[in-house]
């Protein structure tokens, strides 16, 4: 029932057509709230129902203390949910799920129905096998078709039995450019109990990029997809109103320096400021010279530096966009005459209350890269050579083997003569005889670079630091057309002084929308990004979700064979270990100009200030300088190739697909009809068994540990979605299904198939689990068997469940962070896992672990596992958890960890349910069935 406390229903009247609004200036305190919490208290105004919304909440938002730590929780039900396929896929399929769980249970499977907008996007399934042909797109998509059938074909189901669920077919473009460049409403006009309301556009989503809308002013953040699905089914987001950060901008960019160059700087800043959790929010006066563009790769990266949004207001370059990108006259008008009656419109006067403040000059921004493994280990660029050195021994070999050499030294010579014997150095040192090796011997290797041979006759040698994959990728970069343009016109003028990429360079782009084709093609520019062999792959995540493909063989087997450190340069946000390719150990993050850079020189080990790419026809050398484009360049291009023509025919009918989506055969009927026999899509066994009304919650006994971790650990550590390999249990369970390796696939795509994902839990092949030393990859140690043998992490996990030992996760600070995986979280359950403990977690995996019923739990302040004395081996208790059934959520729970010699070590771990919705989600063993039973619950009252 809805309530209306504040009296703040009224009318606005915009482009002749009048809509229901509830006016935030009807509660006193709100004028000066920040920007995103102004569109939290709308929220509330609009869903007040005197019970889980009530006038007490709405004025304590309003009367927001900045300063506080949160405290106060909230219902945040958000407009819509926007899914990619990786991450929707099993959404669909637990839906699919529930609906034969709730008739088992007596009740309506049709229930069981999106009562928000659900959108998906297809983007992640796409793989880069094919390059540097004018075929490759048409190759890649149809080897996507082939593997993914299965998997497209059940979703082609669910548009047809979920009402409210659209989707967008394979070959479009990336989900949150699809997002900013279409499905985005800004303000969100719709019908609710007859009456046409409007309010503002905000949105969940299944990847935690979801906050690119962000740049347009739309408050939208990545959930896991179990609460993504409980949004979808009408269950609001529970959540404490968080701190704000407010941070100001002043100055311009100068030239040549790029929205990369910028958001690199800003997630080093607000990774170092520790704003996990938190909301940040652009204000200032230059906040009208940052592009939307510009605005939205900012936003995009909010998860690199841990922020739940970082959100920009709505101004005028938020309409220019809106026009540019095709949406109709009425909509337009309908954001600005919504947002300026509504305090949302961006005064540059203005500085709202915020908890924490932060700074930036815009004109101090310089070119940067990032890297080798983490977004926020930002490296000004005129250093990434010296950066670069300092890294390469903890990839290139242990300490113990490095060769001390004098680098002043080493600098001066000639890359042909012979290296001086320095302090340390042996005889049979590696010399640095061609353009590739790194200057000064490196490792203590006796072999001297690597000689490869392609196919096609061509030789060369390659070190460490080779750049072996080049890749314009990403939603992050692929959505701005400054830095899209300002890479082809790197590519005109590397084309014109003679320059190609080295040719053991995978060189590939993949636009996040066919209109950046569009805009290229009518540039003239396309051509110059196809001479240098950056053929469009596919439109899709590609590279920055791992689907980078195989590298050219001959240098992958080089790389194996003599365990080279070579680099991958992508224009991405996630560059994590084992991500990119397992060929490549470093990846560093840059611009899309910059991408073109390195692929011509071919190594991370250039000083491309001072060191030249390559030569002339005239044989002079050509620097970058010499290549990079100014900004007036870009802009002049941008005039002339960008209209809202392009935009308005790509997305007129952006649901319909090609031919290849349009021929999928199309299953029928309310309840899904699974195939045994499919290694794609398999009914999950999370309702099982379920009662109509939860057990109660037990304390936790006898527990062992499954893995002990340390310091970012995220969750492409967890759970993979790359490549699965052949030796491994995932790999052996489709090989005994009659899979052949060529069609194994990723984890990415197989996450509808719950025995896949399982088996795939822990299984990155960069892991590094400390109960297993000297081990990397998916491997622990098994206490059920006698001298607890090294295992698989899955083998020794059903051998624990056998032996009805629960288990435990022991980690270290920042634990789960990266994308917003469900299966991360789903994995460790389904092995078992009742409890982790951490340093401190990454906020949507902490949310996702009491959604699938595992306990979050947080070691003392200055404590860790290591400076407690647990080295794994242990049997761990925890008495305290069953406050939970009084409705209590207890501050901390006792721990008695108990080693083989009888010793004990005991303290008390913060639990980290953060708010009563998560202690309801965690007494019901975890948030599916909790709107499971509601929505039981709710159909037998009516």
């Known amino acids: 029932m809805s309530v209306n406390s504040f009296g703040a229903k009224t009318a606005l009247t915009s482009s002749g057509t009048s809509y229901q609004i509830f006016s935030i200036a009807k509660v006193e305190g709100s004028d000066t709230l920040p920007y995103s919490l102004k569109v939290l208290l709308e929220n509330l105004l609009r869903t007040e129902d005197g019970a889980n919304i009530t006038a007490e909440h709405i004025t304590s938002l309003a009367n927001w ?78 080897m996507e078709y082939e593997r993914n059938r299965e998997r497209y074909q059940f979703l082609r189901w669910g548009q047809t039995a979920f009402d409210d669920f659209k989707v967008v077919p394979p070959g479009t473009g990336i989900v949150h450019q699809v997002n900013i460049e279409n499905l985005a409403r800004v303000v969100f006009p719709r ?34 997809g179990i609460e993504a699905e409980a949004a979808m089914l009408g269950q609001p987001v529970s959540m404490l109103v968080p701190r704000v950060v407010g941070f100001k901008l002043s100055g311009k960019l100068n030239d040549g320096v790029t929205a990369t160059d910028l958001v690199l700087t800003i997630t080093e800043m607000l990774r170092a400021h520790k704003v996990v959790g938190k909301f940040v929010e652009f204000y200032g006066p230059s906040v009208a010279e940052v592009p939307l563009a510009n605005r939205a790769t900012i936003g995009n990266m909010s998860p690199e530096y841990g922020s739940t949004i970082a959100v920009f207001p709505i101004d005028d370059k938020t309409l220019d966009y809106l026009r540019l990108t095709g949406r109709s006259a009425e909509q337009i008008a309908l954001v600005e005459d919504y947002a300026k009656a509504q305090g949302l419109w961006h005064d540059a006067a203005a500085e709202p209350r ?48 490095l060769i001390g050499y004098d680098e002043s030294v080493a600098e001066t010579m000639p890359a042909s003569d012979p290296v001086a014997a320095t302090p340390g150095q042996t005889d049979d040192s590696p010399a640095p005889d061609h353009e590739l ?42 959505s701005n057309p400054s830095v899209m343009l300002g890479a082809a016109l790197v590519a005109k003028k590397a084309v014109e002084k003679g320059l190609r990429p080295k040719p053991w360079v995978k060189t590939t782009v993949a636009p996040g929308s066919k209109v950046v084709t569009d805009y290229y093609e009518k540039s003239g520019l396309q051509q110059y990004l196809d001479d240098l062999g950056f053929n469009t792959v596919g439109y899709g995540c590609v590279t920055c979700i ?65 060191e030249p790419l390559g030569q002339d026809a005239e044989g002079r050398d050509v620097f970058m300088a010499d290549i990079w484009p100014t900004t007036e360049e870009i802009e002049d291009v941008i005039g002339g190739s960008i209209s809202a023509e392009m935009f308005e025919r790509r997305y007129a009918d952006v649901f ?88 194994f696939n990723s984890y990415g795509s197989r996450r509808g198939n719950h025995e896949v994902m399982i088996r795939g839990t822990f299984a990155n092949i960069r892991l590094r689990n400390q109960i297993a030393p000297g081990t990397e990859g998916g491997y622990t140690r098994d206490f059920t068997l006698p001298d607890a043998p090294v295992s698989f992490v899955y083998d020794a996990a059903m051998n624990y469940a056998a032996a009805g030992i629960p288990l435990v996760v022991l980690a270290g600070k920042e634990y789960g962070s990266g994308s917003s995986r469900d299966w991360a979280a789903k994995g460790t359950s389904l092995l078992g896992v009742k409890a982790v403990i951490a340093e401190s977690y990454e906020r949507i995996h902490r949310s996702n672990l009491i959604g699938m019923g595992v306990l979050p739990l947080q070691f003392p302040e200055g404590a860790s596992a290591d400076s407690l004395g647990l080295d794994g081996s242990e049997t ?51 948030i599916m069935q909790y709107v499971l039973r509601h929505l039981v619950a709710k159909g037998r009252a009516a």
């Open 354 to 401: 915020y908890s924490e403040y932060l700074e930036l000059d815009l004109s101090t921004v310089v070119p940067s890269i990032a890297g080798p493994k983490r977004p926020q280990d930002r490296v000004v660029l005129s250093e990434s050579k010296a950066a670069f050195r300092e890294a390469l021994p903890s990839y290139a070999g242990a300490p113990e083997e």
């Open 876 to 926: 761990f208790a925890f008495t305290g958890v069953t406050a939970l059934n009084d409705g209590v959520t207890p501050e901390t729970v006792r721990v008695t960890a108990t080693k083989a010699d009888g010793s004990q070590t005991e303290f008390d771990a913060v639990v980290r349910i953060d708010t009563p919705g998560e202690a309801d989600y965690y007494r019901n063993g975890g």
């Open 546 to 610: 791992g689907n980078t493909g195989p590298l050219i063989p001959e240098v992958s087997q080089a790389i194996n064979d003599n365990d080279l450190a070579v680099t991958a340069v992508l224009s991405g946000n996630r560059n994590f270990e084992g991500r990119i390719s397992p060929d490549v150990k470093m990846n560093y993050l840059a611009s899309p100009p910059l991408v073109i850079v390195y692929a011509l020189a071919g190594t991370m080990d250039i000083d491309l200030a001072k």
């Open 65 to 142: 203390d900045a300063a506080a730590e949160p405290s106060k929780e909230i219902q945040f039900t958000p407009a819509r949910v926007i899914m990619q396929d990786f991450t929707g896929v099993p959404c669909v399929v637990d839906l699919a799920t529930m609906r034969e769980a709730v008739q088992e249970l007596g009740g309506d499977p049709t229930k069981v129905n999106p009562l928000s907008p659900a959108e998906m996007v297809i983007d992640h399934s796409v793989i880069a096998d094919f390059f540097g042909t004018d075929q490759a797109m048409s190759l890649n998509m149809d």
């Open 191 to 224: 019908v609710v109990d007859g009456e046409l309301q409007a309010y503002p556009d905000t949105c969940v989503g299944t990847d935690s990029h979801t906050t690119m809308v962000n740049g347009l002013g739309v408050v939208g953040w990545g959930v896991g």
């Open 656 to 743: 319909a697909g090609d031919d290849k989506w349009r021929a999928l055969p199309t299953p029928d009927g309310e309840i899904f009809e699974w195939d045994e026999a499919s290694t794609y899509v398999r009914k999950p066994p999370y309702f099982e068994g379920m009662p109509e009304q939860p057990a109660p919650v037990t304390d936790i006994a006898g527990a062992r540990v499954l893995l002990k971790l340390g310091d970012s650990v995220t969750t492409d550590h967890i759970s993979p979605a790359g490549n699965i390999k052949a030796d491994t249990p995932a790999g052996k369970y489709l090989t005994e299904h009659g899979v052949a390796r060529k069609d």
């Open 437 to 478: 090796a790194v200057t000064g011997p490196i490792t203590g290797r006796a072999s001297r670079p690597t000689l490869v041979t392609l196919a096609d006759g061509t030789s060369f040698e390659l070190d460490h630091g080779a750049v072996t994959v080049a890749s314009i990728t990403s939603c992050t970069n692929t």
